[in-house]
C-alpha cells in the first residue's frame, strides 16, 4: 500500500494564478481532509469529506475548493492564489470507524504564493 | 469551542533527562486526546492516543479530565526523540475531525 500520497511536493505560484493539490489514498478510507500547516498555528481543517460525494467546510476554507468523486482521490483546488495561502498543505485519510479516528497523513505539499 | 494549547514552542532537554510535553484542551463532551509526532523530514504520524492507555517510544500520555490535560512525557529522553509534536482532540458529529495545538519542538542535546 502507498498509504497517502500527495502532488506536487512543491509549487510556487504567481498571485491570482489557479491550481489543484492532488491528493490519493488506497486504504479505502471514507474520512479524508486537508490541513494546512503554518508556524506557531500548528494544523488547520480547509475542509473534510466523510464519504464520497459528501464534503464539508472546516476552519480555514475560504479561497479553497474541494470535491470527493470517488473513495480514492480528494484535491484541494486554490482558484486565485494569495500570498496568505503560502503554506504547507497535508491530505490525511481515516477509517471513520468508532473507535479508529488515526489518522494516516501524506507527506506534504510546499506552496509559495508570489 | 474546541481549542487545544501547547504552551511551549520549544523545549530544549539533555539526553537522559526527563520531558514533559503539555497539553491543554477545551471541549464541553467527552473528546478523543492523540498526540502526533513529526521527525525531520518524514510525515506526520500517530505516536499515541489516550484511549490505547499504551506506551510508544516510551512516552507515555494520561488524560485528566480535571485538569483537561493530556501531557505527554517520558523518563529518559533520547536524542531521536527530537522532532515537532502536536497535541490533537477529536470530538463532536464528525469524530474524525483534528483539531491541533500549535506544536512543540522538543530538541534533545548530546
Known amino acids: 500500500n502507498a498509504g497517502v500520497t500527495q502532488t506536487p511536493k512543491f509549487q510556487v505560484l504567481k498571485t491570482g494564478q489557479s491550481m489543484t493539490l492532488q491528493c490519493a489514498q488506497d486504504?479505502?478510507?471514507?474520512?479524508m481532509s486537508w490541513y494546512r500547516q503554518d508556524p506557531g498555528m500548528g494544523l488547520r481543517l480547509i475542509h473534510y469529506?466523510?464519504?464520497?460525494?459528501?464534503?464539508d467546510q472546516g476552519e480555514v476554507p475560504n479561497g479553497y475548493n474541494v470535491s470527493r468523486s470517488t473513495t480514492e482521490d480528494f484535491p484541494l483546488r486554490l482558484l486565485s492564489a494569495a500570498p496568505s495561502q503560502t503554506s504547507v498543505y497535508f491530505c490525511?485519510?481515516?477509517?471513520?470507524?468508532?473507535?479508529?479516528?488515526?489518522?494516516?497523513f501524506g507527506p506534504g505539499t510546499r506552496l509559495t504564493v508570489l | 469551542a474546541q481549542r487545544v494549547t501547547q504552551p511551549e514552542k520549544l523545549l530544549s532537554v539533555f539526553k537522559g533527562a526527563p520531558v514533559e510535553l503539555k497539553c491543554n484542551y477545551s471541549?464541553?463532551?467527552?473528546?478523543?486526546l492523540f498526540w502526533y509526532v513529526q521527525y525531520s523530514r518524514q510525515r506526520l504520524q500517530l505516536l499515541l492516543r489516550h484511549i490505547s492507555r499504551e506506551s510508544i517510544k516510551g512516552f507515555t500520555a494520561d488524560l485528566n479530565k480535571g485538569e483537561t490535560s493530556f501531557h505527554l512525557k517520558k523518563p529518559f529522553a533520547q536524542e531521536e526523540d527530537s522532532a515537532m509534536y502536536y497535541c490533537a482532540l477529536s470530538g463532536g458529529l464528525h469524530g474524525n475531525k483534528l483539531v491541533f495545538g500549535a506544536g512543540t519542538i522538543l530538541r534533545v542535546k548530546s
Open positions: 469529506s466523510v464519504g464520497a460525494g459528501i464534503t
Open positions: 490525511a485519510s481515516s477509517s471513520g470507524q468508532a473507535g479508529s479516528n488515526e489518522q494516516f
Open positions: 486504504m479505502n478510507h471514507e474520512y
Open positions: 471541549y464541553s463532551g467527552s473528546p478523543e
